[in-house]
């Protein structure tokens, strides 16, 4: 749980509300370019130094032109006298003019301005949806007449449209698949006309500290094109707040406002070196933004080109321990030279729980050595998270792991693949599943469910019970859920049971609810004389069966309810 003071990562989405007007001067009013793709290619080059073939501040006269009479000279011509102040000057500039450096302008005709119009679940009364909201983000043309953009700027996507630069034509896009953990979206246009004109970004490697980085978007405060420029000042393992992961990422000083969501990050050689997605606001902290960088974006890309969908990043299915205390080493029979972290749980539906255990000490993962702190090598004079060596493969993939068990060391080759929570951060666009009966709404427990119900702050705010799960509980089975009483739609049958809210069902009729499908087949299928619900905290709900199949229909049409149960349960 997040004590008080720690700090919030917001997204750069923006909604199409009005907002406040501030003092933001950030949009680029450059006409679109209408050059040949020749033209193009200078016009993409500036020189740092443009002032060298030019007049400078601070430059001394012209000296006086001699006079050109050859009478007035006695016939002769006279020997030209050059001011030696001028010709320093002059062998300034042409100095100046050599050593120029050529820095690369970003193509910003390849960002495109995002419209989509979004459609949420409404998880507190999973048979309908929310109103319908307009949003607006930042994206960029890639190879294969595809656009990359943010997950979080699509998602529950009803509509996406795509603007390009200077053009006042809005294309209907396609959206080919959406990564929630990495918050990338793959998007395409069917129209042809879109594409003409348009150069697709190059990507760049991932860059240095200190080095320089050009942000494109269409944040608020304007309509046209902005640019804001700064410097990568930390690489490291980031928290995404969309996909409630830690991957590889890039925090730069540029500004990153609502809007510049799925924009291209620039280097100077006018290559895309990442995607702008959030950005952190505290009271401490000014101008700290976070970028996608490259090895994730290249990872994403390549998943859905290998699988034709995404699979998304995987993970060792284990927590650990750091190992950085003498003694504790010590006691776990590692010698002298020997790094590593300590296992404390396997996930039990993790590969990695048929060959690990408990208290095993990971000394290397694919050949590469821990530390006692659960670092690796990075870049000279960097260390990084082991995670992200597991962030580098893909679902499926095979990685050779080395631990130390009893004193011995083992070596196991293991598969990788995709973590599932028992609580999972996102529904993945599907539509909440529910069950009623005798006014009784079951369904399922899902962030975006507890978002729902408690709003921003459900980690203070909801139940502790169920928190305790959502941070600690693991899975025993593929297919286990958390199964709540959402809340009771008040009739006759179900008087006194009315104050019962958010409260897990624990079993049926003395039989386990492992998931809302087994709780509803169950119901269903009950012959006896009771329904009778075990929940949290020693409640029981008990009711006749006949009388309360009878009102469940009642109370369904009372409610324009159209089903007593989601259509994933039908099947």
């Keep these: 749980m997040r004590s008080e003071t720690q700090r919030k990562r917001k997204r750069g989405g923006s909604k199409n509300a009005t907002p406040e007007t501030t003092a933001h001067d950030g949009d680029d009013s450059i006409s679109p370019s209408t050059t040949t793709a020749a033209e193009d290619d200078v016009n993409n080059v500036e020189l740092v130094n443009p002032t060298a073939n030019g007049r400078r501040r601070g430059r001394p006269p012209k000296a006086p032109k001699p006079e050109s009479s050859a009478a007035a000279n006695n016939g002769k011509t006279p020997a030209m006298s050059v001011s030696p102040i001028v010709n320093a000057a002059v062998s300034t500039a042409l100095i100046n003019a050599e050593n120029a450096v050529a820095r690369v302008l970003p193509a910003m005709d390849a960002v495109v301005k995002v419209f989509c119009v979004h459609t949420e679940p409404n998880f507190s009364l999973p048979w309908q949806r929310k109103r319908q909201y307009s949003s607006s983000s930042s994206g960029f043309v890639i190879k294969g007449r595809r656009v990359l953009t943010n997950a979080h700027s699509v998602e529950h996507y009803t509509q996406v449209k795509l603007k390009k630069r ?49 942000v494109v978007g269409y944040p608020i405060g304007g309509d046209t094109i902005s640019v804001t420029s700064g410097v990568v000042s930390r690489i490291e393992i980031l928290s995404y707040v969309h996909g409630s992961t830690e991957l590889l990422g890039l ?81 776990m029979g590692m010698k002298p030279d020997q790094k590593g972290v300590r296992i404390r749980r396997i996930d039990p539906t993790a590969p990695e729980f048929a060959v690990l255990k ?22 000279h004079g960097e260390r990084i998270g082991f995670s992200y060596l597991v962030s580098q493969k893909y679902s499926g993939d095979n990685a050779a792991i080395k631990v130390l068990r009893s004193s011995e060391t083992l070596k196991f080759n293991i598969k990788l693949d995709t973590h599932k929570r028992l609580i999972p951060a996102h529904n993945r666009g599907k539509p909440p599943s529910y069950y009623i009966v005798a006014g009784f709404v079951f369904t399922t427990v899902s962030v975006p469910y507890l978002r729902s119900e408690y709003g921003k702050d459900y980690e203070y705010e909801a139940p502790v019970k169920l928190l305790d799960k959502l941070l600690h509980e693991m899975r025993q089975s593929v297919d ?82 159209p089903s007593a149960m989601s259509d994933d349960l039908k099947t």
């Design 358 to 379: 408990p208290s095993d000490i990971i000394l290397s993962f694919d050949r590469v050595d821990i530390a006692n702190d659960g670092t690796v090598p990075f870049r």
């Design 251 to 331: 925090q730069i000083d540029a500004a990153i406002n609502s809007g510049n969501s799925g924009g291209p990050a620039f280097n100077d050689k006018g290559n895309c070196v990442g995607i702008a997605f959030q950005s952190l606001k505290h009271e401490d902290a000014e101008n700290i933004g976070y970028v996608i960088p490259t090895p994730v974006i290249m990872h994403f890309i390549q998943d859905y080109e290998k699988n034709g969908k995404y699979t998304g990043f995987p993970i060792l299915g284990v927590e650990w321990q750091k190992m950085e205390n003498p003694d504790l080493r010590l006691s």
């Design 480 to 561: 286990e859920q958390i199964v709540v009483v959402s809340q009771v739609l008040v009739a006759d049958i179900n008087i006194g049971y009315e104050e019962i809210v958010n409260t897990q069902v624990l079993a049926f009729n003395g039989q386990p609810v492992k998931n809302l499908k087994s709780l509803a087949s169950m119901v269903e299928s009950c012959s006896d004389e009771y329904l009778k619900f075990d929940l949290e905290y020693q409640q029981i709900v008990v009711l006749q069966t006949k009388t309360a199949k009878a009102a469940t229909l009642d109370i369904l049409s009372t409610h324009c309810i």
């Design 166 to 214: 200077g053009s006042d034509t809005k294309y209907v896009a396609t959206v080919l698949a959406i990564g929630t953990e990495c918050d990338i979206a793959l998007l395409t246009v069917d129209d042809d006309e879109f594409w003409e004109g348009v150069s697709p970004v190059e990507f760049g490697d991932l860059p240095a500290l200190q080095d320089a980085v050009t």
